[in-house]
């Protein structure tokens, strides 16, 4: 954290500057993923993956990456500046189960690696057991920047605010089209969780190009 906050100084990657109130919002916060994390079986002689999609600067990821050093956790984010942050900080902390992809989702989430002859080599599409995301955007939009990186079976555990069961409803359709339930959502001491579970794997057609998951968020009537 305090890593976080002298380099907010110099990159301006959180609007909150007092280490006491960084630990609850921040820590704590990305902590609360735990509970979910734990409920995910790990495959056997494996790691389990996780992605945090647009981490910023390392959260959720980082702080789960710390609690849970047997699961392999993945940083990605489109901006450079915090990509180069986040490179600093893993190996200053010197986590070897932290991977940073500077990448947008849309473009990631598209790519499945190169085929080898027993399965995929590299790549991120449909690549992982558990993909987090926080403060990213409302649901219609995260959930086509997050769902494409689960595989099936999978779960996309959000972090979520007071709005958590109107960005539902606004979800439905994304949520449909991208063959993703709503599992539930859990309360916790600083918001909720929403979290989904991917039944099927998603249409080739998603995610769509850059930008455009935002710009019109699927399965919401534009305005
Ligand atoms: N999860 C962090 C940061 C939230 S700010 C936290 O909770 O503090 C949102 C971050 O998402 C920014 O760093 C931005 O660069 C990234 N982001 C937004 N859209 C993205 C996209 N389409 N692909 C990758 N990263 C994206």
């Not at 902590?31 to 389990?48: D, H, K």
């Not at 099927?200 to 998603?206: G, H, L």
Request: proline letters at 4%.
């Amino acid at each position: 954290m305090g890593m976080l906050l002298a380099a907010n100084k110099a990159f301006n990657l959180t609007a909150i500057r007092d280490p006491g109130e960084a630990w609850t919002r921040h820590v704590l916060d990305s902590l609360t993923l735990l509970g979910v994390l734990a409920e995910i079986e790990t495959p056997e002689g494996q790691s389990l993956r996780v992605i945090d999609v647009g981490t910023g600067g390392g959260l959720p990821g980082i702080p789960l990456a710390i609690a849970r050093q047997d699961v392999s956790v993945t940083l990605l984010d489109a901006t450079a500046k915090k990509c180069a942050f986040l490179d600093h900080v893993a190996q200053e902390l010197g986590l070897t189960n932290l991977e940073v992809v500077c990448a947008r989702a849309e473009a990631a989430g598209r790519d499945r690696g190169e085929r080898t002859g027993t399965g995929r080599r590299g790549g991120h599409r449909e690549m992982y057991d558990l993909v987090v995301a926080r403060a990213v955007g409302r649901l219609a939009t995260l959930s086509e920047l997050t769902i494409p990186f689960a595989r099936v079976g999978g779960l996309i555990a959000l972090i979520k605010g007071a709005k958590a069961d109107e960005e539902l409803v606004e979800a439905k359709g994304a949520l449909h089209l991208l063959h993703t339930s709503h599992a539930g959502t859990v309360q916790t001491g600083t918001g909720r969780i929403v979290v989904l579970e991917k039944q099927r794997p998603t249409p080739k057609s998603y995610p769509r190009r850059d930008g455009e998951p935002k710009r019109a968020p699927l399965g919401v009537a534009n305005k």
